[in-house]
C-alpha cells in the first residue's frame, strides 16, 4: 500500500508577459496586416522625398490634370504635378501632423489624469470639470474654434488636434489609476515608505500603460481623420504643400474632369485610418484579459 | 428618479455658464483687433469706431458679458455684420435643412447600425460577423467629406441618378444623408454587437431558454432589450455629434444649412454669427446628452424605480 | 426501463473545444437515473461536471463550446438527445424544469415578474393572457410568497435573494413539470434561506410528486432533502449510493474523505481532516484513476487503469480497484481515523 502522495502535476511554466502578448497578437491575421501597412505608412513618411518618382513641386503645363498613366502611376494635378509623388512627401505632413497632436495630447492628458486619480480632491475636480468643458463641444467644432482663433497652419492643427484629445486620456487614465489605486501593491509600496510620486510614476503608471496604448491607437486614426477635414476646409497647411487633406480639397475643384485628384488622396487617408482602427482593435483584443 | 432627475439638471447649469463664457471670450482671444479684421483694410476710423460702438467693445468687459448673456436671455444673438439681418433670423432659416439632414441620417443609420451589430453578435465567428463588423470598422475610418466627393462623382456625375449638390428636390438628401450617417452606423454597429454579446451571455438568456422560449424571442425579447437601454444611451450621444459633422456634409454638397454658416462666417470673420453658431452647437449637444442621461434613467428600471 | 423509471442518463459524454483542433471531455461514462418522486443528489467540487451533466441533460450547451458527444438521456421513453431542437424546446419548461445557482441574474431586469412568468406560462399552454396572469398568481402563492400581487409587479432588482428563488422555482413549477433539476438552488442564499428554499422543494415533491435532481457541493443539503445520492468527481460518477449508506458507510475513498472532513459537534479531534491535493485541471488529467494522486490507498494500478463503475451491493456503486474483488481489502470507516 502507497502512502499518499500530493499531486505530481507539471507546472506550467509562466510564459514571459511580453511574449505571450506577442503571440496572442500575431494570431490576429488583421491586426498584423494593419501594422505592416502602418510600417510603410513610416516608411513613406521618412523615406517620402527620397522615392518619389517626381518632384513633388515640378510643374508641368504639358500635363495638367493628367489621367493615370505608365509614367504617371496615380495622374497629375492642375498643376501638372505628379500626385503619387505628392502623396508620398505628404505623407509626412499627415501622419506628422497626427502623430504629433496625439502625442502632445496623450501626454498632458495622461498626466493630467493620472493626478486627478491618485490625489484625487481638488485636482481632481479641476481636471474632471475641466475635461466635461472640453467634452461640451463636438471635436471637429472644438478644432476649427481653435484654429480661428489661433490662425491656420500645421502646427497650429496640431495644437488644436491635440486639445481636444487631452481629455480623452484625462478620462481613461485616471479610471485605471482610480482602479490600480487600491491594489495591494500600492499599499505594500507605501507601507514601506516610498514617496507618492514614486508610487505613482514607477508603481502605478506601468499598470495604466494598457488602457492607454489601446486609446493612443484609435486617436491617431480620428486625428488622422480632423487634421484631413481641417485642411479640407482651408484650416491646414498651405495649398501648395503636399498633405492629403489639401490635395482633396482642391482636387474637389476639378472632380468632373479629373476625378482621380480626389479618389488617391482620400483613398490614402481611408486606408491610414483604417489600419489604425484595425490595429487598435487589434490590440485591444490581445490586452484583453477576459479573451483567450 | 426625481433625485436623479434634478441632480443631473442642475448640474448642467454651471457648464453652460462657463461655456457661454467661453464662446463670449472668443472674439476677444483672437489676435488682432476684431474691428479691424472684420471691417477690413479699407475701413476708415470712423468706419471703426461705429463697429467698434455698435458691437460695444468699448465697456469694459463685465459688461459685455452681462450685457451678452441678456441678450441671450431674451433671445437676442446679434446682428450679423456681412448681412446686417439678425442672427436669429439667419440661423432659423439655415436650420431647417440641417435638421432635416440630420434625421434621415439618424434614421437610416440607426436601423441598418442596429441590424449589422445584431446579427453580428447572433452570428459571433461567422462570416457576417466578418463582414459586418469589416463594414463597421470601414465606417469609421472613411473621411466623410471624401466618401460624399466619390459618391458624387459616381451617382451624380456618372450615373445622373442625383444631383450634385444643394436642396433643391427630394433627390438630393440621399447622397448627403449616406454621407453623413456612416460613423453613426459603424459606431452603432460596433456597439449593438458588443453590448448584445454581452447580454446574450447573462443568466436571463439561460433562463429563458431553460423555459422553452423560442431562440427567437430569447434573442429579441430578453437579450435585445437589455442591449436597448445601452444601445438608445449611444444613439443620443451620436445626435450631438451629428449636427457638427454636418460641417463638412454641407461643405462638400453645397447645402445651406448651419454647418456651411459656420465656415463661410469664420471666413468673413462675421463674429457674431460664429459666437452664436458655437454657442448653439455646443448647447445643444450638452442638452441632448442631459436628455439621453435622463432617458437611460427612465428605460433602466433599477434607476427608475429608486 | 421500470415503471417507475423516470429519467436515465447512459453513458453520457460531453466535450469541451479547447483550441481549434483539440477537445476535451469534460464528463464521460455519466450513468444515473432517477425514479418518479424521487429526490436525487448529485455531489462533487465546483470544476466536477455536475453542471455540465445538467445542461447536457437539458441540451443547453449553446452558450458553451460544448458538445454532447456520446451516450443517452432517456426520458419517458425518447432518447432526448435524438429529439430536433424544436422538440428538446417542447419539453424544456413543460416536462423538465431548471432552476439555476444565482437567481438574482437569472431573471430579467427589465421585465416585471408577471410577464416573465406568464411567458413560461404561455409557452405550453393555451391560456389567455388574464387566465396565464391568475395561474402565475397563484404559482407564486403556492411557492409561499405572501403577497403574490404585489410581487408580481416587481422588478428582480427588488427583490431578495431568497424572493428571488421562490419566483423561479414558480417559474419552472408553472407547468407542472415531472422533473425539476435544480442546480446549487441554496449555494448563493444565507443559510436560513436555504432551509425554507430546501423545504419548498420537499413539499412540491410531497405534492405534486415531482422528482429532483438537486445538485449541489453541500453535503449538508443532501443528507436533508435526497433518499439517493451520485457523487461525481473531476467528470466522473464515483460513487452511488442511497443516502444514509453514503454517510455511513461511503466506499470511495474521495466520499470517505469528504465525509470525514465534515466538522461534528462533540468530535474531541485537534484538527480537521482534509483530502490533500486539488482537483486537476481539466486538460492534464491524471492516468488511470483520476483520484489517485490524492488517494491513500493508492495502488499500481490505479495509476495504470481506470477502474469502472460497479456495483459492490444491491443499492452501492464504486468505481474504485479496491472494491473489484481482487483487490478488496477493508478500509477504514470514516468515523474512527487516528
Not at chain 1, 127 to 145: C, E, N, Q, T, Y
Request: charge should be neutral.
Amino acid at each position: 500500500m502507497q502512502t499518499s502522495t500530493f499531486i505530481d502535476q507539471p507546472i506550467k511554466k509562466a510564459e514571459n508577459r511580453t511574449k505571450y502578448y506577442f503571440r496572442k497578437f500575431f494570431q490576429r491575421k488583421t491586426a498584423v496586416i494593419a501594422a505592416v501597412i502602418i510600417l510603410i505608412f513610416l516608411f513613406f513618411a521618412i523615406f517620402g522625398p527620397q522615392i518619389a518618382p517626381f518632384d513633388p513641386s515640378l510643374p508641368d503645363y504639358d500635363n495638367l490634370y493628367g489621367a493615370p498613366d505608365a509614367v504617371h502611376w496615380f495622374g497629375t494635378d492642375e498643376f501638372g504635378r505628379d500626385v503619387l509623388s505628392r502623396l508620398l512627401v505628404g505623407t509626412r505632413n499627415s501622419l506628422g501632423v497626427s502623430l504629433a497632436s496625439v502625442l502632445i495630447g496623450a501626454a498632458i492628458g495622461t498626466f493630467l489624469g493620472v493626478l486627478a486619480g491618485y490625489y484625487g480632491g481638488i485636482i481632481d475636480s479641476v481636471v474632471m470639470r475641466g475635461s466635461d468643458i472640453l467634452f461640451a463641444m463636438p471635436d471637429i467644432l472644438l478644432a476649427i474654434a481653435i484654429v480661428a482663433i489661433i490662425g491656420p497652419g500645421i502646427i497650429n492643427v496640431v495644437i488644436a488636434v491635440a486639445v481636444f484629445t487631452i481629455p480623452s486620456f484625462a478620462r481613461i487614465m485616471r479610471s485605471a489609476t482610480l482602479s490600480v489605486k487600491s491594489s495591494l501593491y500600492v499599499e505594500a509600496a507605501r507601507s514601506i515608505g516610498c514617496k507618492n510620486s514614486r508610487i505613482l510614476w514607477v508603481h502605478i503608471f506601468p499598470s495604466t500603460i494598457q488602457s492607454m496604448i489601446v486609446n493612443f491607437t484609435m486617436r491617431i486614426g480620428t486625428a488622422i481623420l480632423a487634421a484631413a477635414s481641417l485642411s479640407f476646409l482651408g484650416y491646414g497647411a498651405k495649398v501648395d504643400e503636399p498633405d492629403w487633406g489639401a490635395m482633396l480639397s482642391s482636387g474637389r475643384n476639378y472632380l468632373d474632369i479629373a476625378p482621380h485628384l480626389v479618389y488617391f488622396p482620400g483613398l490614402l487617408i481611408f486606408i491610414a485610418v483604417l489600419a489604425f482602427n484595425l490595429l487598435g482593435d487589434g490590440l485591444r483584443d490581445t490586452l484583453d484579459p477576459k479573451l483567450k | 428618479m426625481g433625485r436623479y432627475f434634478v441632480k443631473r439638471v442642475l448640474g448642467t447649469i454651471p457648464l453652460l455658464l462657463v461655456i457661454s463664457f467661453l464662446i463670449f471670450m472668443f472674439i476677444h482671444l483672437i489676435p488682432g483687433d476684431p474691428v479691424r479684421n472684420m471691417a477690413g483694410r479699407e475701413a476708415t476710423t470712423e468706419e471703426l469706431e461705429n463697429l467698434r460702438e455698435s458691437m460695444g467693445f468699448n465697456k469694459p468687459l463685465y459688461q459685455q458679458y452681462f450685457s451678452y448673456l441678456n441678450d441671450l436671455f431674451h433671445g437676442d444673438l446679434g446682428i450679423s455684420y456681412k448681412t446686417k439681418l439678425p442672427v436669429s433670423e439667419m440661423m432659423i432659416g439655415r436650420l431647417k435643412p440641417t435638421l432635416k439632414l440630420t434625421f434621415f441620417a439618424m434614421l437610416w443609420s440607426t436601423i441598418v447600425g442596429i441590424a449589422i451589430g445584431v446579427l453580428s453578435a447572433i452570428n459571433r465567428g461567422k462570416l457576417i460577423d466578418y463582414l459586418g463588423m469589416l463594414i463597421a470598422i470601414s465606417g469609421i475610418s472613411i473621411p466623410g467629406f471624401w466618401l460624399g466627393l466619390v459618391m458624387i462623382q459616381i451617382f451624380s456625375v456618372k450615373l445622373g441618378w442625383v444631383p450634385t449638390g444643394g436642396l433643391d428636390t427630394w433627390k438630393s438628401y440621399f447622397l448627403p444623408s449616406i454621407t453623413l450617417g456612416c460613423g453613426i452606423m459603424a459606431i452603432l454597429a460596433r456597439f449593438s454587437r458588443s453590448s448584445m454579446l454581452d447580454s446574450l451571455g447573462e443568466d436571463y438568456v439561460r433562463t429563458a431558454r431553460a423555459k422553452g422560449q423560442r431562440e427567437r424571442l430569447v434573442i429579441l425579447r430578453h437579450a435585445f432589450r437589455n442591449s436597448l437601454v445601452q444601445v438608445v444611451t449611444v444613439i443620443g450621444l451620436q445626435i450631438g455629434g451629428l449636427l457638427a459633422g454636418s460641417v463638412l456634409i454641407e461643405t462638400v454638397f453645397t447645402i445651406p444649412g448651419l454647418g456651411r454658416l459656420l465656415v463661410d462666417s469664420l471666413a468673413f470673420r462675421d463674429y457674431k454669427v460664429v459666437q452664436a453658431l458655437l454657442l448653439f452647437f455646443s448647447f445643444e449637444y450638452i442638452l441632448i446628452n442631459l436628455i439621453v442621461d435622463l432617458l437611460y434613467g427612465v428605460l433602466n428600471p433599477r434607476i427608475r424605480l429608486k | 426501463m421500470s415503471e417507475n423509471n423516470l429519467l436515465k442518463v447512459e453513458n453520457l459524454r460531453t466535450e469541451f473545444k479547447i483550441s481549434r483542433k483539440k477537445s476535451v471531455a469534460a464528463v464521460s461514462d455519466i450513468t444515473f437515473e432517477i425514479n418518479k418522486g424521487e429526490i436525487v443528489g448529485l455531489v462533487g467540487e465546483s470544476g466536477c461536471g455536475k453542471s455540465v451533466t445538467s445542461l447536457s441533460i437539458i441540451r443547453l450547451l449553446n452558450d458553451t463550446s460544448g458538445e454532447i458527444t456520446h451516450g443517452s438521456v432517456w426520458f419517458k421513453g425518447s432518447n432526448l438527445l435524438k429529439l430536433s431542437d424544436e422538440e428538446m424546446r417542447q419539453i424544456r419548461g413543460k416536462e423538465i424544469a431548471m432552476i439555476f445557482q444565482e437567481p438574482m441574474t437569472s431573471l430579467n431586469p427589465v421585465l416585471r415578474i408577471d410577464n416573465q412568468l406568464i411567458e413560461a406560462i404561455q409557452l405550453h399552454t393555451e391560456y389567455t393572457k388574464q387566465e396565464a396572469r391568475e395561474h402565475a398568481l397563484e404559482t407564486l402563492r403556492s411557492v409561499g410568497i405572501p403577497d403574490p400581487e404585489r410581487v408580481s409587479r416587481c422588478y428582480p432588482h427588488q427583490l431578495s435573494g431568497g424572493m428571488s428563488q421562490r419566483v423561479m422555482i414558480a417559474m419552472a413549477m408553472s407547468c407542472y413539470p415531472d422533473l425539476l433539476i435544480a442546480d446549487e438552488p441554496t449555494t448563493a442564499l444565507d443559510v436560513t434561506i436555504q432551509a425554507q428554499i430546501l423545504d419548498l422543494m420537499q413539499g412540491i415533491r410531497n405534492t405534486r410528486g415531482t422528482s429532483i435532481l438537486l445538485i449541489t457541493h453541500d453535503l449538508g443539503i443532501v443528507a436533508e432533502t435526497c433518499s439517493r445520492v451520485y457523487v461525481m468527481y473531476a467528470g466522473r460518477i464515483i460513487e452511488e449510493a442511497p443516502v444514509d449508506i453514503l454517510f455511513s458507510d461511503p466506499s470511495h475513498p474521495y466520499t470517505q474523505g469528504l465525509i470525514a472532513s465534515i466538522p461534528k459537534l462533540g468530535l474531541e479531534a485537534e484538527s480537521l481532516p482534509f483530502i490533500p491535493g486539488s482537483v486537476p485541471d481539466i486538460t492534464m488529467m491524471p492516468g488511470g484513476c483520476r483520484f489517485h494522486p490524492r488517494c491513500r490507498y493508492a495502488m499500481e494500478i490505479c495509476s495504470q487503469k481506470e477502474p469502472e463503475l460497479i456495483s459492490i451491493n444491491e443499492s452501492q456503486k464504486c468505481r474504485c480497484w479496491l472494491k473489484t474483488s481482487e483487490y478488496s481489502i477493508k478500509t477504514e470507516n470514516g468515523e474512527s481515523r487516528k
